[in-house]
């Protein structure tokens, strides 16, 4: 699952989480892509979506018949980090109980196997 650390830092951020979706659709982990930003309409509507900060992907892990964990990752690139507003959506889960994490898709698989859910 894990790529060659020199050709997965030279992968874009869009290549990043093409990976990780993969990784998890391959993985059985119900998740998807989580957009957030503004749309504005040309009757001067502007519609808000998302909250700020929140994840590129999001998710549960399921384990047992009736029970799951909350599963949020933020793709990052080569060397980029979380924003402020992104760094505080990932600690109010991890907070709470949830799977949560950043990086590039190999930060992702050590973040899954790192869990006892994986």
């Given at each position: 699952m894990k790529l060659n650390e020199d050709y997965n830092q030279h992968l874009?951020?869009?290549?990043?989480?093409?990976?990780?979706?993969?990784?998890l659709s391959t993985s059985k982990i119900c998740a998807w892509r989580n957009n957030t930003g503004v749309a504005k309409f040309d009757d001067s509507r502007v519609v808000r979506f998302g909250t700020k900060g929140q994840s590129d992907i999001l998710g549960f892990i399921k384990h047992g018949k009736h029970r799951g964990k909350f599963f949020a990752f933020e793709v990052k690139a080569k060397k980029n980090k979380p924003t402020y507003h992104q760094h505080n959506f990932l600690e109010n889960l991890t907070d709470g109980g949830c799977i949560a994490g950043w990086g590039t898709s190999n930060q992702l698989v050590d973040l899954l196997e790192a869990t006892d859910l994986f």
């Open positions: 874009s951020e869009k290549e990043q989480l093409a990976r990780c979706l993969s990784i």
